[in-house]
């Protein structure tokens, strides 16, 4: 019988000096199984400090998930895997191609490198591919390899709308998480519901940003694992079809009902009707805009809700009681803009705001008037904070988006307003309004550099503070600190 031979890792110089007595050598099996507990920073260490460990180090490494974000990062992979192309592709099982530059000079060896992880890595678990496939031209080929993927559990892809029904209907593998976004999907909308009943028994988060509809269901399908729905653009109205596939969701967002002004009523009152006889007992977590969820008109009893007043007006303020009086949330994030904060005393109604314990207010400052002065907009929030003693974590932003000249330039002024201020006065105003605060976050100027067309940069000073607060002091703390409590309430 032929022995086998056993490597082992040699003691160096400086080791042996450090230990008088015999060194202990260890085996390379041994070492190689140490690798397969490490983290990703230690194991990458560890492989750099032997050849035989690099080389037994890399199965355990493409384990790990592998991001490709840059040029560089498609060059570096590109070149690893270039040097045992099939071994090492076979090994991965988390790829994730994110290039937002389709100019990009790495473009080329990017669409070759996913061709091959998708012809040769069979074992591939998750994959993403974002920002990327609109620069492949025709993905039909990419959408095919896909569907050949038997192992693949999760799935987030950009792709065309002549391919996204093949990639649905032919995908092969029992998927958890899928994640599909369609790129310039006009014309008609598109039934989904048949292709996705081939995943009742695995599927757990659905993503469709799509123009697509839930409405057919074929052989009564019902998913019973499936805890998280997304439906960003498609055909949302009515909410009964939904109801009975997924009974069981935790967290449902909803962005467009496509319906006309006078079609709006009438479905919000099929939609209560329907929740009279079946509800979603463990939702947890309701976001979407506001049209949308005035329409589907959801009765839970939620912990997190986050809203976003899309193109909305001083009218859809009673919209916006209609939705928050039968959820009730603890944690509420609003998104609205500027103009509509003189509403604001109005926008939460009291009985609704008992329980809030947790809110954040996402000011947009596009389309500034004159009128809406640094003074105006506080105002507004003290009169929205005074009714609410139960809250106890606050985050008050004011942003402007990139893509508007105009509104940056209204925006330039309004952060002038405020650096006329203090920013401390304003947190000790808050805390009197809101005794039981605990944690406040006011993020008045983000980016706080502004580029002017003519002229110097206009700088906004420190204009975003974290506060802790304690029998109506506030004290300075770390930003960091509170961005990380925060985002463990769920703001």
């Known amino acids: ?101 389709t100019t990009s000079s790495a473009v080329p060896l990017a669409k070759d490198l996913l061709l091959d992880v998708l012809s040769y890595s069979p074992l ?36 065309s709308r002549d391919t996204a029904p093949a990639l649905l209907s032919d995908l092969s593998a029992p998927v958890a998480k899928l994640d599909i976004h369609v790129l310039d999907d006009l014309g008609d909308p598109w039934e989904a519901m048949p292709m996705v009943t081939r995943f009742t028994r695995s599927l757990e988060e659905l993503c469709l940003s799509a123009l697509v509809t839930l409405t057919s269901l074929p052989n009564h399908a019902v998913f019973p694992r499936m ?11 009515h909410v009964a079809p939904l109801l009975f596939a997924f009974p069981n969701l935790n967290e449902l967002y909803v962005a467009y009902a ?6 709006i009523e009438d479905t919000r009152a099929s939609n209560i009707a329907a929740q009279a006889v079946r509800r979603w007992e463990k939702l947890d977590d309701l976001s979407g805009v506001l049209r949308a969820l005035y329409v589907a008109a959801i009765d839970a009893d939620v912990h997190r809700m ?31 803009l500027l103009r509509l904060v003189r509403e604001l005393p109005n926008m939460i109604p009291e009985e609704a705001g008992k329980n809030l314990q947790a809110l954040r207010l996402c000011i947009n400052m596009a ?48 952060v002038a307003a405020f650096r006329g201020m203090e920013i401390h006065s304003i947190a000790e105003r808050v ?13 008045i100027c983000p980016g706080a550099t502004l580029t ?21 002091q506030v004290a300075l703390g770390e930003w960091a600190e509170g961005e990380r409590l925060m985002t463990d309430v769920g703001l």
């Open 1 to 101: 019988m032929a022995l086998r031979l056993r490597r082992s890792v040699p003691i160096t110089p400086s080791l042996k000096r450090r230990c008088p007595r015999r060194a202990v050598v260890m085996n390379l099996d041994a070492l190689s199984t140490i690798q397969s507990f490490l983290d990703r920073q230690t194991l990458l260490a560890c492989m750099m400090t032997s050849k035989d460990l690099y080389h037994s180090g890399v199965r355990f490494l493409l384990r790990f998930d592998t991001s490709l974000t840059t040029d560089a990062h498609v060059q570096s992979f590109a070149a690893f895997v270039a040097r045992d192309r099939r071994t090492r592709l076979h090994l991965l099982r988390h790829f994730s191609l994110e290039i937002s530059d």
């Open 258 to 263: 496509h319906l006309h002004q006078h079609e």
């Open 124 to 159: 591939l678990e998750k994959l993403v591919i974002e920002g990327f496939t609109s620069s492949l031209g025709d993905d039909t080929t990419v959408v095919r390899l896909i569907t050949h993927l038997r192992h693949l559990k999760e799935l987030h892809i950009l792709v």
């Open 367 to 414: 389309a500034c008037t004159p009128d809406m002065c640094a003074e105006s907009i506080l105002d507004g929030i003290y009169g929205l904070l005074a009714p609410f003693s139960s809250l106890t974590h606050l985050t008050v932003r004011l942003f402007c988006p990139d893509w508007s000249t105009d509104s940056r330039e209204a925006y330039r002024d309004r």
């Open 306 to 336: 986050s809203i976003q007043l899309v193109d909305c007006l001083e009218t859809d303020i009673m919209r916006l009681n209609a939705v928050l009086e039968p959820t009730r949330p603890r944690v509420l994030n609003l998104d609205f």
């Open 227 to 237: 805890h998280r729905l997304s439906l960003n653009g498609a055909y949302f109205r």
């Open 431 to 443: 805390v009197e309004e809101v005794p039981n605060l605990r944690h406040l976050m006011l993020d």
């Open 452 to 472: 002017q067309t003519d002229g110097p940069q206009l700088s906004s000073g420190r204009a975003a503070e974290y506060w802790e607060c304690r029998e109506g």
